[in-house]
């Protein structure tokens, strides 16, 4: 063989390989969304032979969507034809209302009327004689989930023989929260800008927004607040209120609402916001006090003039007197004043408002944990029905692990609505791989005690331990423009997650992380179950690298990405030092009744755990206690023994996630793989850093020897 010839035989080999791999490549746009073909040849011949065409009975724009997704990925999924019918013929997927006339005579009225408007029923059933799966439900949204659901049955492997599945969710109002600024920038946002593209809307349509909903349709997200907490007033002004309602237009029939964050100072006019030294107004007015009758109605034409455009407006979301941002108490007002005025406008169109409880003014108490439940526990009773108090999770701000933010509990007159956060500003940005279900499921599994044993979170946020006349669950989400939506991959996990728990908060960490592998990974059995372990102990992991035992907020100011213990600038509640308290006695914030006595805010017998530092969950050992270096722990070891044994933990962790995520390599795409692998091996430099950086520093006052072979 002449050379020339060898050369250009393996020039083509090489372009087959560039080719094949990018062919093949998976730049994670489609999310869990993927509908590869099933991969079990037994089932798929099982699936073959059930399914044989679609029919979709309704006329709507939701129907046209169930059509278009259905007849799109039924025949991916199964490797063959699955044709849009109209007559009925054995093995077809009838989609319909409960209220049409094939439907009636199918005899599922009774269970159909049990169900909510968003839920569905699917069922293996005859109709017209012939065996059939029937989608069925009250609206056309619970067609759409349902329809969603019968191809995650086949996406994930399940049997379909004698489906029989009834399923509404839990909550009423599952939400995302888009942090996201007028300016494409995303406060806390990891990866990349701003999806909403303000300078072309509303004339220029970019594909993703109905990626975006579909999306979130599928997992049953159901409201979208799109501008940031930290609101720019411009939003509520008619050129942005244009924009809004586009993508409101497409979002609705993905049974998604738009809401907005507003700026309690919006009605003041921008010449006297500079005079009184706010951010700019938007209105004419010298002032947005609550109980002044312009404001009140300023806010009542407003959201007159916003129901104009978006007839289905949601309604607002607000961040008051909290970090600077503007509020009722400008005015010596309750944080309940303002809300009720801003409900007393949106209630004539069923709007309501989403209150937020995330407030920690100094003057309260010295203690930040307790503020919040100080300024809001005396307003319950005080806001009007159509308010929600939207509280996060913890005390404090998000971090890699807090106690319950006693609010929970303690304010049975007023929806709470729970606040958890998708983006992972203090675990690790987009860089670090960590899966947070086992965090929300900590958090929605723990036990108040508000009403007794049982008491959980819940069932509070539920609605049915204090029997809320609306239910809510808000995501700080995790999503910008890059191309894969969430930066890192197995970010997408947590987004996943967020809906599936909203809908049912009963599901399993374990499940959804399953599913979510399926889905979207991988379907071979062996491979997803070294994948689950590495998502399973993820948080844990992170926990142990950043603040174990009970820490928190030793991270970089401002930045909340690297570890500064040391930091002892700037406000004082933004201060490690003023949440790690080391010295040379021991490590920890004293909330026990000898100290801030926040533990005072929980209901017995947590309270009492919670102050007996021998009872007190080790995983909240430093949160409520200031411990001494020599503190013996359950394990025997001393307190200092224990910190450095849980980073070390920490970090070894990382070392087995990227073990293990190599031994996958072969079954795994090669983009993904390659993406994941670069961003493991940052987390374990990070996770590095984080573990010797404390260490040291805490050294510094423990006076005892690391020992690093662990
Ligand atoms: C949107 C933390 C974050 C802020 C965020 C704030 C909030 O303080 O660091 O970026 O502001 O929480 O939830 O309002």
């Given at each position: 063989?002449?050379?020339?010839?060898?050369?250009?035989?393996?020039?083509?080999?090489?372009?087959?390989?560039?080719?094949?791999?990018?062919?093949?490549?998976?730049?994670?746009?489609?999310?869990?969304?993927?509908?590869?073909?099933v991969g079990n040849q037994a089932l798929l011949e099982k699936y073959s032979q059930a399914i044989s065409s679609i029919i979709v009975l309704d006329k709507s724009k939701t129907c046209r969507?169930?059509?278009?997704?259905?007849?799109?990925?039924?025949?991916?999924?199964?490797?063959?034809?699955?044709?849009?019918?109209?007559?009925?013929?054995?093995?077809?997927?009838?989609?319909?209302?409960?209220?049409?006339?094939?439907?009636?005579?199918?005899?599922?009225?009774?269970?159909?009327?049990?169900?909510?408007?968003?839920?569905?029923?699917?069922?293996?059933?005859?109709?017209?004689?012939?065996?059939?799966?029937?989608?069925?439900?009250?609206?056309?949204?619970?067609?759409?989930?349902?329809?969603?659901?019968?191809?995650?049955?086949?996406?994930?492997?399940?049997?379909?023989?004698?489906?029989?599945?009834?399923?509404?969710?839990?909550?009423?109002?599952?939400?995302?929260?888009?942090?996201?600024?007028?300016?494409?920038?995303?406060?806390?946002?990891?990866?990349?800008?701003?999806?909403?593209?303000?300078?072309?809307?509303?004339?220029?349509?970019?594909?993703?927004?109905?990626?975006?909903?579909?999306?979130?349709?599928?997992?049953?997200?159901?409201?979208?607040?799109?501008?940031?907490?930290?609101?720019?007033?411009?939003?509520?002004?008619?050129?942005?209120?244009?924009?809004?309602?586009?993508?409101?237009?497409?979002?609705?029939?993905?049974?998604?609402?738009?809401?907005?964050?507003?700026?309690?100072?919006?009605?003041?006019?921008?010449?006297?916001?500079?005079?009184?030294?706010?951010?700019?107004?938007?209105?004419?007015?010298?002032?947005?006090?609550?109980?002044?009758?312009?404001?009140?109605?300023?806010?009542?034409?407003?959201?007159?003039?916003?129901?104009?455009?978006?007839?289905?407006?949601?309604?607002?979301?607000?961040?008051?007197?909290?970090?600077?941002?503007?509020?009722?108490?400008?005015?010596?007002?309750?944080?309940?004043?303002?809300?009720?005025?801003?409900?007393?406008?949106?209630?004539?169109?069923?709007?309501?408002?989403?209150?937020?409880?995330?407030?920690?003014?100094?003057?309260?108490?010295?203690?930040?944990?307790?503020?919040?439940?100080?300024?809001?526990?005396?307003?319950?009773?005080?806001?009007?029905?159509?308010?929600?108090?939207?509280?996060?999770?913890?005390?404090?701000?998000?971090?890699?692990?807090?106690?319950?933010?006693?609010?929970?509990?303690?304010?049975?007159?007023?929806?709470?609505?729970?606040?958890?956060?998708?983006?992972?500003?203090?675990?690790?940005?987009?860089?670090?791989?960590?899966?947070?279900?086992?965090?929300?499921?900590?958090?929605?599994?723990?036990?108040?005690?508000?009403?007794?044993?049982?008491?959980?979170?819940?069932?509070?946020?539920?609605?049915?331990?204090?029997?809320?006349?609306?239910?809510?669950?808000?995501?700080?989400?995790?999503?910008?423009?890059?191309?894969?939506?969430?930066?890192?991959?197995?970010?997408?996990?947590?987004?996943?997650?967020?809906?599936?728990?909203?809908?049912?908060?009963?599901?399993?960490?374990?499940?959804?992380?399953?599913?979510?592998?399926?889905?979207?990974?991988?379907?071979?059995?062996?491979?997803?179950?070294?994948?689950?372990?590495?998502?399973?102990?993820?948080?844990?992991?992170?926990?142990?690298?950043?603040?174990?035992?009970?820490?928190h907020h030793i991270m970089q100011e401002g930045f909340h990405y690297g570890p500064e213990p040391s930091l002892g600038k700037g406000r004082?509640?933004?201060?490690?030092?003023?949440?790690?308290?080391?010295?040379?006695?021991?490590?920890?914030?004293?909330?026990?009744?000898?100290?801030?006595?926040?533990?005072?805010?929980?209901?017995?017998?947590?309270?009492?755990?919670?102050?007996?530092?021998?009872?007190?969950?080790?995983?909240?050992?430093?949160?409520?206690?200031?411990?001494?270096?020599?503190?013996?722990?359950?394990?025997?070891?001393?307190?200092?023994?224990?910190?450095?044994?849980?980073?070390?933990?920490?970090?070894?962790?990382?070392?087995?996630?990227?073990?293990?995520?190599?031994?996958?390599?072969?079954?795994?795409?090669?983009?993904?793989?390659?993406?994941?692998?670069?961003?493991?091996?940052?987390?374990?430099?990070?996770?590095?850093?984080?573990?010797?950086?404390?260490?040291?520093?805490?050294?510094?006052?423990?006076?005892?020897?690391?020992?690093?072979?662990?």
């Amino acid at each position: 063989m002449n050379t020339l010839f060898k050369s250009s035989l393996s020039l083509a080999f090489l372009l087959t390989i560039i080719f094949f791999n990018t062919a093949s490549a998976d730049d994670g746009y489609d999310l869990w969304l993927k509908y590869n073909k099933v991969g079990n040849q037994a089932l798929l011949e099982k699936y073959s032979q059930a399914i044989s065409s679609i029919i979709v009975l309704d006329k709507s724009k939701t129907c046209r969507i169930i059509q278009k997704e259905l007849s799109a990925n039924l025949p991916k999924l199964l490797a063959k034809p699955v044709p849009l019918k109209r007559m009925i013929i054995a093995g077809a997927v009838v989609i319909g209302k409960s209220n049409h006339p094939l439907i009636k005579k199918s005899r599922c009225a009774k269970q159909l009327g049990a169900l909510n408007n968003e839920g569905y029923l699917i069922k293996s059933t005859k109709i017209n004689g012939k065996q059939c799966i029937l989608i069925t439900a009250k609206k056309d949204i619970g067609l759409l989930y349902g329809s969603f659901h019968f191809l995650r049955l086949i996406q994930t492997q399940q049997e379909i023989d004698n489906l029989n599945i009834a399923s509404q969710p839990k909550i009423q109002y599952r939400i995302l929260n888009h942090w996201d600024n007028l300016d494409g920038i995303v406060e806390r946002g990891y990866a990349g800008k701003s999806l909403w593209k303000w300078n072309d809307l509303p004339d220029k349509i970019d594909k993703r927004y109905f990626d975006y909903a579909r999306a979130n349709a599928s997992i049953g997200v159901n409201g979208t607040v799109i501008n940031n907490v930290n609101a720019n007033p411009n939003i509520l002004r008619p050129e942005y209120l244009k924009k809004a309602a586009k993508l409101a237009d497409i979002f609705r029939p993905y049974g998604i609402r738009v809401f907005l964050s507003a700026n309690f100072s919006a009605p003041i006019s921008a010449e006297f916001a500079i005079e009184q030294n706010r951010k700019g107004g938007i209105g004419d007015l010298k002032t947005s006090n609550p109980t002044d009758p312009s404001v009140q109605q300023w806010w009542k034409n407003k959201v007159k003039e916003i129901y104009k455009y978006i007839p289905d407006f949601g309604g607002f979301l607000v961040k008051a007197n909290s970090e600077g941002m503007p509020g009722p108490q400008d005015y010596n007002k309750t944080h309940a004043e303002g809300a009720n005025m801003l409900a007393e406008a949106l209630q004539p169109y069923k709007g309501i408002v989403m209150w937020r409880a995330f407030v920690y003014d100094a003057d309260v108490d010295p203690d930040r944990s307790k503020r919040s439940y100080k300024e809001f526990v005396p307003l319950d009773s005080q806001f009007l029905p159509n308010i929600f108090v939207q509280a996060k999770n913890g005390p404090i701000d998000f971090q890699p692990r807090e106690p319950i933010q006693p609010l929970f509990g303690a304010m049975p007159k007023t929806p709470l609505m729970l606040e958890i956060q998708l983006t992972q500003e203090y675990l690790g940005h987009s860089k670090h791989l960590v899966y947070l279900a086992p965090m929300w499921k900590e958090y929605l599994e723990f036990d108040t005690y508000a009403k007794g044993p049982g008491s959980t979170l819940a069932s509070i946020i539920d609605g049915t331990l204090h029997q809320y006349k609306m239910t809510g669950i808000a995501g700080v989400t995790n999503i910008g423009n890059d191309r894969n939506w969430c930066g890192h991959f197995f970010a997408q996990a947590n987004w996943y997650t967020y809906g599936r728990l909203a809908w049912d908060h009963s599901l399993t960490a374990e499940q959804i992380a399953d599913e979510w592998i399926t889905m979207s990974l991988t379907k071979n059995q062996d491979v997803l179950k070294i994948v689950r372990s590495i998502m399973m102990g993820s948080w844990e992991a992170c926990i142990n690298y950043m603040t174990p035992l009970g820490l928190h907020h030793i991270m970089q100011e401002g930045f909340h990405y690297g570890p500064e213990p040391s930091l002892g600038k700037g406000r004082e509640d933004w201060r490690s030092t003023y949440y790690h308290r080391a010295d040379s006695v021991g490590l920890g914030y004293n909330r026990s009744s000898t100290g801030s006595d926040a533990v005072s805010q929980y209901f017995s017998p947590l309270r009492e755990t919670f102050d007996n530092i021998e009872t007190c969950p080790e995983k909240y050992l430093l949160w409520f206690h200031h411990a001494a270096w020599d503190h013996k722990l359950r394990s025997g070891k001393t307190l200092w023994e224990e910190l450095r044994a849980k980073y070390y933990s920490g970090t070894n962790y990382v070392n087995e996630m990227i073990e293990k995520w190599s031994s996958v390599k072969t079954y795994i795409d090669p983009d993904i793989f390659m993406h994941v692998q670069a961003r493991l091996d940052t987390q374990k430099t990070d996770a590095g850093i984080w573990r010797d950086t404390c260490l040291q520093y805490f050294q510094g006052f423990s006076k005892k020897p690391i020992i690093t072979a662990e």
